[in-house]
């Protein structure tokens, strides 16, 4: 349902039960008759016949038009108008349950409405108001329904559940803080509609609640819109939070790469996104802990979004509402590469657009690197010969050669190695944390289910964008048999033979795998490039996964998990704003999530080594650059339309009904005093000409 | 403030009969008579020269002597030259009754300037008028308290003054009968002559019967309407607002909210009034005149009157 421009009363019984009064009132004054001032005349003949002339000369005069009349009944009615405390309301005004959801995603930080309040600081006094609205108080007010809030970005919370106190109502509005997340609204619905549900205890049956109604404030940029629907009974009022010509430029993506060769080079790969309808120029500025390092030569041409003004909010990428044939949305993109930078040590590394725009979470993305470290690999139980020559011949700090029993006593600590090179045979039952790379299908992991062999197989296919496939070509390999595994779905199968897996990659907790169902020595396989670049890949990739010499790119809403040493008990987390909070590791981890806020976390611990320490650089979420606020949503099949919320614009009008009794005033003293006007009098006695008389002498 | 708040008339006060006619009136209109339209026979040979023939000394003309004609006119000189017997006619001087006749009744004090004053100046410029020209003038007052009053057969000059005086004694209020007076009048006519009434005939019985007893009866009738620029158009005068108008004669009482609208509705019915008394006076041979009090009398007499024919 579509929300509509309203009026709200606040008091409306007041101003009807004042004009209820005063009109008849002043109607009834006018059929009394007045108190007259007297004088005497020659003769009332020819007054009493001008008078039944005009008018019937009865205890009550009849009614007759009277620009006075007419001027004090309007008089009244804008007084009992203002007396009514109207508001104009761009919402549906609503008595039964109503619930308050409030976009908090990075978007709403953007500053376009007024360049100094962001949109969640509007959406917020906005939502105050309307509470206002609902609880307003007075003398005949009517009884406000229940009402609740609940803020969302990449996930909803409640912040206040259903009350009748405005008080608790615009405290929880205020406690909703801004996030540099993506903007999700499917749980917040789905919240919303739990606790608006009445269970009716006779039948057992749940049916939403009468006269429910969602207050969306947000910019309409909400990527799961269209998975939602609007139900029966369900009404929604959007409240549009920000212009819909609202342009951004900010920073997509952000990459950093260690040289292979002289890991204390490194490379940072920027991505700079463009929502606008104009292809814009900026300079980048790259730093690394605060400290400019490098500055783009020239300034970076980002080309225009395409179809920028598509105005439907819902996926990111959507289309017009009617489905016109116009062209869907696409943002302008450019990758700008920088120059190697010379940095040994550890650091975040921050890239800056030295623009402003109305939009400043997007213009800047960090990612944290680690200092340069080798690789330590442990090869464990009788491996092959030819993965064995593979793996020593990758550049590492040190491989190591276990066997099975030397394993089970040093690989409880899962910080000694990186990788774990092994035959399934010399794994434990219970492998301890830790990645490893496994030629033959393990016991130690669930969820692979071997249940027999299989003999004679190729390759039907296999996933080519893995990582761990990167310049494999495996489109020779034949194997003469394999254990046959049906593994869970979340088993990662990245080459298939003809009815089974042929290599999989398992995750279980501390534990990431990746596994051949095969001997590589019953295959051709040991004989082919694509075996040495195998290997090394997997070995790369899984030491790469945590702690890598590259970090990976974090976004709010994701969880920072860290390896710890085992016996550590508690590690420090400092937060982007400089709040640090005590965090427990458990298993030699430690995390911390939702996140909410972009910039740099660091973790602190302190181990037999010495005070360790591990950053992770957050950026707003994918997506939130799109700033242009949708003029309607389209959930599901619907189309909701928006209601303008230009700063203040819930207003009232009483002032203006006040206004208008004040003008009406001046006119009704103006019409009583104009019959005084129509001859002024003159002097007793008014000096005629005679012939000025002359007509009235007459025969 | 205007008049009408103020409730009562601004009369001003008639002390002595200069306050009716001084010298400069008196010389302006003593050169004026009392016409007459109708030939009437008067008592006495007076200055008047009369449309009847008659035995006075100004030949007329002749005519054939017919049988039972007085032989004492008869042209014997005629006789003797043509043998044919000739009447000799002379033109015959009679004197003319003048008849004012005033209303004194309460609606007449009331005005500015006051219509009682007018009236009383009015009749003693035109009782004046009479005196100087020997014509017997009577003064009547009706409407009074004390029934109708009236002083007869003034002639001459000399009685300038006690008419004067009688004039000024005239005292205003009551509600005496229009009609009973002019009966009256009729009943005591002496002889023909011309007879003025001056009243503002708001008369709310009506003035048709009164004005029939005189009608007809010998008068050369005048009805001198006398009407206050504040009745004329109140509305000009201050009547703006919600007012209780008193009835100055029977007190009877009007409410009325003097709207614009009102206003002409009342103007418009004084002249439905107006019209209606003129016409009534034009089927009779009556003359009819509105005069406004705020007219002055000697312009009133030497233009208007004069023009309409009572002076010249």
Redesign the interface.
């Known amino acids: 349902m579509s929300a509509m421009l309203a009026i709200v009363w606040m008091t409306p019984l007041m101003g009807a039960a004042v004009a209820a009064v005063l009109v008849p009132l002043l109607v009834a004054l006018y059929f009394l008759k007045l108190r007259r001032r007297a004088t005497a005349v020659p003769s009332t003949l020819l007054w009493k016949r001008s008078v039944e002339d005009v008018r019937a000369n009865t205890p009550f005069q009849r009614l007759r038009p009277s620009v006075l009349l007419f001027l004090q009944l309007g008089l009244l009615a804008f007084v009992a108008f203002a007396l009514m405390q109207p508001r104009m309301d761009l919402g549906l005004s609503s008595s039964g349950r109503s619930v308050i959801i409030i976009d908090a995603s990075a978007s709403m930080s953007a500053t376009d409405l007024d360049g100094q309040k962001s949109r969640l600081a509007i959406a917020k006094t906005q939502a105050k108001e309307r509470i206002d609205q609902l609880f307003a108080g007075g003398l005949f007010s009517t009884i406000p329904g229940e009402t609740m809030v609940i803020s969302f970005s990449d996930t909803a919370k409640i912040m206040q559940p259903f009350t009748r106190s405005s008080g608790d109502l615009k405290r929880a509005v205020d406690r909703i803080e801004q996030t540099d997340g993506g903007s999700r609204i499917g749980d917040a619905l789905s919240l919303a509609r739990a606790f608006a549900t009445v269970v009716n205890p006779e039948t057992q049956g749940a049916t939403p609640s009468e006269g429910a109604s969602l207050e969306l404030w947000s910019d309409g940029r909400i990527a799961d819109l269209a998975a939602e629907a609007i139900r029966p009974g369900e009404t929604v009022s959007y409240h549009v939070c920000g212009r819909a010509d609202g342009a951004n430029v900010g920073i997509e993506g952000i990459a950093a790469e260690r040289s292979a060769t002289e890991p204390g080079v490194i490379q940072v790969f920027v991505t700079v996104r463009n929502d606008g309808p104009e292809a814009i120029e900026t300079d980048l500025e790259l730093a690394i802990d605060g400290v400019r390092r490098s500055v783009t030569p020239k300034p970076v041409k980002v080309p225009a979004a395409s179809n920028s003004l598509a105005g439907t909010g819902g996926a990111s990428v959507s289309a017009t509402a009617a489905g016109s044939a116009s062209a869907p949305y696409k943002p302008g993109y450019e990758r700008v590469t920088f120059p190697p930078i010379i940095q040994p040590r550890a650091g975040v590394i921050s890239v800056s657009l030295v623009r402003a725009d109305s939009m400043i979470a997007d213009n800047r993305a960090s990612i944290a690197v680690s200092a340069p470290r080798r690789l330590r690999i442990a090869v464990v139980g009788a491996i092959d010969f030819a993965t064995k020559n593979v793996v020593t011949a990758i550049p590492a700090e040190k491989v190591e050669f276990l066997s099975a029993a030397e394993f089970a006593t040093r690989g409880v600590k899962s910080d000694e190695f990186d990788v774990v090179v092994a035959t399934p045979a010399a794994l434990p039952a219970q492998l301890p944390p830790g990645r490893y790379l496994v030629l033959g299908v393990p016991a130690g992991i669930e969820g692979l289910n071997p249940y027999g062999g299989k003999e004679k197989l190729s390759v039907r296919s296999q996933r080519s964008e893995h990582p761990l496939l990167h310049a494999v070509n495996l489109d020779d390999l034949f194997i003469a048999k394999a254990t046959a595994i049906a593994p869970a779905s979340d088993v990662e199968s990245i080459v298939e033979g003809p009815d089974v897996p042929l290599v999989v990659v398992a995750r279980r907790g501390p534990v990431a795998a990746v596994i051949t169902t095969f001997e590589p020595l019953d295959s051709n396989w040991p004989f082919q490039r694509g075996f040495v670049t195998f290997v090394a890949n997997a070995v790369e990739w899984l030491g790469a996964l945590d702690q890598a010499a590259v970090q990976e790119e974090h976004h709010p809403g994701e969880t920072l998990s860290v390896r710890t040493a085992a016996g550590v008990k508690e590690a420090m987390l400092t937060l982007p704003d400089g709040t640090t909070r005590p965090l427990q590791a458990r298993e030699g981890s430690v995390t911390y999530g939702p996140l909410v806020r972009s910039g740099t976390y660091e973790f602190r611990w302190t181990d037999d080594r010495g005070e360790q320490r591990r950053m992770f650089a957050v950026n707003t979420a994918e997506g939130e650059g799109r700033i242009a606020a949708a003029d309607q949503l389209s959930v599901g099949a619907q189309l909701v339309l928006g209601t303008g919320s230009e700063g203040g614009s819930l207003s009232d009008l009483w002032p203006y009904a006040l206004a208008a009794a004040l003008v009406l005033l001046v006119l009704e003293w103006w019409a009583y005093h104009r019959k005084n006007w129509i001859r002024p009098a003159r002097g007793a006695k008014p000096v005629r000409p005679l012939g000025a008389i002359a007509p009235m002498i007459r025969s | 403030m ?7 008339p ?1 009369r001003k006060r008639l002390e002595r009969v200069d306050d009716l006619i001084d010298a400069a009136l008196m010389a302006r209109i003593g050169q004026l008579d009392v016409v007459s339209r109708k030939i009437f026979t008067g008592k006495i040979q007076g200055e008047r020269r009369s449309k009847r023939r008659g035995q006075s000394v100004e030949f007329a003309d002749f005519r054939p002597y017919v049988h039972g004609d007085d032989l004492r006119f008869i042209d014997w000189n005629i006789f003797g030259r043509l043998d044919r017997l000739f009447l000799k006619i002379f033109l015959e001087e009679e004197d003319l009754s003048l008849v004012i006749a005033i209303d004194t009744s309460a ?2 004090d ?4 006051n ?1 009682m004053v007018f009236a009383q100046r009015l009749a003693m410029a035109l009782g004046y008028i009479g005196l100087v020209n020997h014509n017997r003038v009577t003064i009547a007052a009706f409407g009074g308290e004390g029934g109708m009053q009236k002083i007869s057969n003034l002639r001459g000059r000399r009685k300038t003054s006690e008419m004067g005086k009688w004039i000024l004694n005239l005292k205003s209020g009551g509600t005496g009968s229009f009609e009973e007076s002019m009966k009256a009048l009729a009943l005591a006519r002496q002889g023909r002559g011309v007879m003025v009434v001056v009243s ?1 005939f ?1 008369i ?1 019985e009506g003035y048709e019967k009164g004005l029939r007893y005189v009608a007809g009866r010998g008068y050369d009738l005048w009805c001198m309407q006398t ?3 504040q ?2 158009d109140p ?4 009547l ?10 029977d007190r ?6 003097a ?4 206003v002409e ?2 103007r ?3 002249g439905a ?1 107006c019209a209606g008394l ?1 016409d009534f ?2 089927r009779r041979s009556i ?6 009090t ?3 009398i000697d ?1 009133l007499l030497l ?2 009157l004069r023009q ?1 024919g009572l002076v010249r």
């Not at chain 2, 009331?110 to 300037?113: E, F, I, L, V």
């Not at chain 2, 709207?259 to 009102?262: I, M, N, T």
Request: avoid cysteine; proline fraction near 4%.
């Open positions: 205007s008049l009408f708040f103020q409730g009562q601004n609606s007449m009331w005005g500015d300037p219509k503002d708001l709310k009407l206050a620029p009745e004329i509305g000009a005068h201050g703006v607002g919600d007012w209780r108008l008193t009835d100055a004669e009877d009482e009007a409410e009325v909210t709207s614009p609208g009102l509705q009342y418009a019915n004084l009034w003129r006076a034009i003359i009819h005149m509105v005069v406004d705020s007219t002055e312009a233009e208007y309409r």
